[in-house]
């Protein structure tokens, strides 16, 4: 198992989120890629050069997107043969992922660094409005689904049948 042979505990909670946030990171820039690179023909990952380079930096950046979607699965494929894996936990990974990308999207590439923008010749506030306010509540969708899968799970019914221990199977096991 590749956690293991790092001495780590691949069955780590953390692990599940991490797993998650790999897929979805990955699952982010895929889309972006495609819609607003490719699709659109909106930006290149760098708009600041010539188009073979921003060519290139396309390449890189696909190539970025689909090293954190592969790492995310092998991860996952080795946590699964660990121990189970809490479907809720890595679906807030998801989430966090892709909403931590879009939003490090918004806020580092498009405002700080102006790699690039999400359009060009355009008043370009409603759209970060909109893509930055996106990404938050995938965040706080990621957080939600996280931290609901940290509760122990409820018991079944209530009462006094709740609370009794199971009768012996058949061949004396509870």
């Known amino acids: 198992m590749i956690g293991a042979r790092r001495g780590l505990a691949p069955s780590g909670r953390g692990a599940v989120v991490v797993s998650g946030a790999l897929l979805g990171v990955g699952a982010a820039s895929f ?3 495609a819609v607003f690179h490719l ?3 909106r930006h290149h990952f760098w708009d600041g050069s010539t188009p073979h380079a921003a060519l290139v930096s396309d390449g890189l950046f696909h190539a970025f997107g689909w090293f954190a ?5 092998f991860l996952l494929a080795d ?3 660990a121990c189970p894996v809490s ?5 807030g990974g998801v989430l966090l992922g892709l909403g931590g990308f879009q939003l490090y999207d ?3 590439q498009h405002l700080l660094l102006g790699l690039h923008q999400i359009r060009y010749g355009v008043d370009l506030l409603p759209y970060d409005v ?3 306010g996106v990404a938050v509540s995938l965040l706080v969708a990621g957080v939600v689904l996280v931290a609901r899968s940290r509760r122990p799970a409820r018991a079944e019914g209530t009462g006094a049948a709740a609370a009794a221990p199971a009768a012996p199977g ?5």
């Open 87 to 91: 479907r809720p936990r890595w679906w």
């Open 130 to 132: 909109v893509w930055n």
């Open 79 to 81: 946590l699964q043969r």
């Open 170 to 174: 058949p061949r004396g096991r509870a």
């Open 39 to 41: 699709v659109l023909g």
């Open 106 to 108: 918004g806020v580092v």
């Open 69 to 73: 979607t592969v790492g995310g699965l």
């Open 31 to 33: 889309v972006d890629q």
